[in-house]
Structure formats: C-alpha cells, structure tokens
C-alpha cells in the first residue's frame, strides 16, 4: 500500500510543480499549449508504442479482462446519457465526460498501485490495449468528426472508417500491438529514442495540469458542477462497484480476480484526457475538474476496497 501512495505522491509533486511553474510566470498559456501538443502528437504515442509492444498479452482474452471491458462501457455508457438528456451537454462535451467517468489512469498510477496490491504489473497490459486500442480510438473518431464540422470542413462518407487511424496514438498503438503479436523484438537503436521520446509524456500531461490548475478557474468552477460530481461519483464509486458485482454475481471469479477488477475500476480518471480535451478544445476545464476530484477521491477508495477484499 506504501508503493501505491508513493505513485500519489509522485504524480502531486509534478503537478505541483506545474503549478508553481506557472504562478512565478516560467510558464503560461502558450507553453501548457505547447506541453500539451507535445505529448498528444508525439510524447504519448511514442509511450504507446513502447507500452504495447512490450506488454504480456497473456491476460488478453481473461475472464477479467470482459468484466473490466463491460464495466468501463457501462459506467461510460450511463455518463454520456446523463450528460445528454440530464445536463443537456453538447455531444462532444458528453463524449469528454464519458471518458472521465469510463477511462482509468492504467499507466502512471494504474502500474504502481497494481503492483503494490496485486504484486503484479501485467494486471494492467490488457486494460491499457482495451483502453487505446478500442475505447480511446472511438472517442477520438467523433471528435475528429466534430471538429470537421466545426470547421467546416467536409469529410467524405468513405474518410470515416479511417478517421481514428489518422490519429497518431492510434496508429502508435495499432503498430505496437501488431509488433506484440508478431513476436518481434524492436531492434535497440530504435527502440531506445522511442523509449527516451516517450518518457517525456507522463511529466508533460501532469506540468500542463498543474499551469491549467493555476491559470484557469478555481475546480468547479469551469461547468456545471452537477455534472462534474455525477462524473466523480460514477468513476469512483459507481464504476469499481459494477466491476465488483459482475466478477461476484455473473462470472463467480476467483477472490484475487475480484480484487483486481475492482481496485482498476476505482482507478481515478485518466491525465491524458485532459491532453485530449484541450488538443479538441472541448470540455477542458470539465477533464481537468473531473481528473483533479476524482484522482483525490480514488486513494481512500482504493484503500478501503483493498482493506475489504484482500
């Protein structure tokens, strides 16, 4: 549990380093833009690469692995219809706030806190393909979609389909798992630059959280806080507890399955949503709200569900 708290730790002292960063002025409104267009376009799917390509596909197709997939659907599901017919949201503003009640935060906190409670990191590989090669893609070809018409730009019926391989953690993620599947080994004087570009994703999302925490509205304040806490509530307590009575109730898994499935479910919501929503520029000020509470909120949540079903 020590590890887990640690991963908490770390991720509060880069945020607060953002921050100050942004209160003595080092950096403002064009360097979080830039932070943050670094690690969507080239940062994130470099990780993604690595991540993948890398991970052990044995928990591919487990039993865990379709109780946490339906969870994440359902949890992500019930959000986005609130948000259209309760809070009236716009569509791609409902589509943000269904990846934060939906979309766990499976690499920099997810890894440590798995490996803490769980004693094994590899909990986490078949969250992360589900997450970025289906959920994540999904998401990103609306919201390619949306910003065309915003735009005005039109976009044939055929340019469709193809729109979330055009997205560049997409394509990442795809090249990775095909490079898994394939049983390939990434020769090092290639794999090492990906793994160095990569490495500066996780600290660029969370410095450009903590200037936007600065810089922005105070939290709660950026939208309608009754959809924010719907967001929170569903992401910590609603989605671990759909992940803990469809493994219980409808696949009967064993006590350690249950226990993994309902420690990722209450897994806070994930940074690069904030990376997501602000490259769009929809719902930024709801991502950043949403992943702030809910990323406080989770530690007591995973402490207690930890406590309960060891």
């Known amino acids: 549990m020590l590890a887990a708290l640690t991963g908490f730790g770390h991720i509060g002292l880069i945020v607060g380093l953002g921050v100050l960063l942004a209160h003595v002025k080092v950096l403002g409104d064009l360097q979080r833009a830039l932070l943050n267009r670094l690690a969507f376009l080239v940062a994130s799917p470099a990780l993604l690469f690595t991540v993948v390509s890398t991970a052990d596909l044995g928990r591919l197709f487990s039993e865990t692995l379709l109780v946490s997939a339906l969870a994440i659907f359902l949890a992500g599901g019930l959000q986005l219809v609130l948000a259209r017919a309760v809070h009236r949201a716009q569509g791609a503003e409902a589509v943000i706030g269904a990846l934060c009640a939906a979309y766990a935060n499976a690499g920099n906190l997810g890894l440590p806190i798995t490996a803490a409670i769980l004693g094994d990191m590899s909990w986490m590989a078949p969250i992360l393909l589900l997450q970025v090669g289906l959920l994540q893609p999904l998401a990103l070809g609306y919201l390619d979609v ?29 090249l990775g798992l095909a490079v898994n599947l394939a049983g390939w080994t990434t020769p090092e004087v290639i794999a090492t630059p990906i793994e160095m ?19 922005d509205p105070l939290s709660g304040r950026g939208g309608s806080p009754i959809n924010l806490w719907t967001i929170v509530l569903i992401k910590v307590l609603l989605h671990p507890l759909l992940a803990y009575l469809l493994a219980t109730q409808v696949w009967h898994l064993g ?12 897994l806070p919501a994930a940074q690069n949503i ?33 406590a309960l079903l060891r």
């Open 274 to 306: 904030a990376v997501i929503a602000s490259r769009y520029e929809v719902g930024r000020l709801l991502a950043r709200d949403a992943i702030f509470i809910s990323t406080l909120l989770s530690v007591p949540a995973i402490v207690a569900i930890s």
């Open 146 to 174: 949306h910003a065309a018409r915003t735009q005005n730009r039109q976009i044939s019926w055929w340019a469709y389909p193809t729109l979330p391989l055009r997205n560049p953690i997409t394509v990442a993620t795809m």
């Open 255 to 266: 006590s350690l399955q249950v226990l993994a499935v309902t420690v990722i479910g209450a």
């Open 197 to 215: 570009v990569g490495g500066m994703a996780i600290p660029a999302m969370l410095i450009a959280f903590g200037v936007s925490l600065r810089l």
